[in-house]
T-cell receptor
């Protein structure tokens, strides 16, 4: 299995621009998670999906952030408009149904820099 | 919410020696999972080892082992025969038995000295 795939790996944009991050989970995994990692706040859960449905988006910082999962093999995290404080590494992770012992498998991350 | 504390922001170890990374957590649940993740400079999060709280036996994965003290809510990671490739940020994480959300510590940066 190729693991969780994220694109792009690096993104540099200017303040006010729209940014879209993409994620392909491991095939067969029912859960998908979006995390943000910064030096100041560590690793934060933004939102997670189960069977393509958003379950908990309480970690989404504000309305500028939105996430979608149109099908089982694809998810996006969008920031519009972007701000310098959004600069961080964004991770996508997937896992199987938690009724079975399981773990989260992380993608390589997208390093976002907003100038 | 559960909290996970890693009190050692940085640690160093001589190559081939043993090092122990500390982790404590706060929970009122009796069943849960604990994990150690490794994050090398590539930034990818890699699962190192996991422990089910109902198991008394400490998990072991090659050179990596844990010391799980449920009553003390402590979950330390021991790396034996440290190698240069072990240099990374290590995160301790908690997940409740029936829940989906992981709670991560702030990480420990491990340096391996040749």
């Amino acid at each position: 299995d190729a693991g969780v795939i994220q694109s792009p790996r690096h993104e540099v944009t200017e303040m006010g621009q729209e940014v879209t991050l993409r994620c392909k989970p491991i095939s067969g995994h029912d859960y998908l998670f979006w995390y943000r990692q910064t030096m100041m706040r560590g690793l934060e859960l933004l939102i997670y999906f189960n069977n393509n449905v958003p379950i908990d988006d309480s970690g989404m910082p504000e309305d500028r952030f939105s996430a979608k999962m149109p099908n089982a093999s694809f998810s996006t995290l969008k920031i519009q408009p972007s701000e310098p404080r959004d600069s961080a590494v964004y991770f996508c992770a997937s896992s199987l149904d938690p009724e079975r012992p399981d773990t989260q498998y992380f993608g390589p991350g997208t390093r976002l820099t907003v100038l | 919410a559960q909290t996970v504390t890693q009190s050692q922001p940085e640690m160093s170890v001589q190559e081939a020696e043993t090092v122990t990374l500390s982790c404590t957590y706060d929970t009122s649940e009796s069943d849960y999972y604990l994990f150690w993740y490794k994050q090398p400079p590539s930034r990818q999060m890699i699962l190192v080892i996991r422990q089910e709280a109902y198991k008394q036996q400490n998990a072991t994965e090659n050179r990596f082992s844990v010391n799980f003290q449920k009553a003390a809510k402590s979950f330390s990671l021991k790396i034996s025969d440290s190698q240069l490739g072990d240099a990374a940020m290590y995160f301790c994480a908690y997940r409740s038995w029936a829940g989906n959300q992981f709670y991560f510590g702030t990480g420990t940066s491990l340096t391996v000295i040749p």
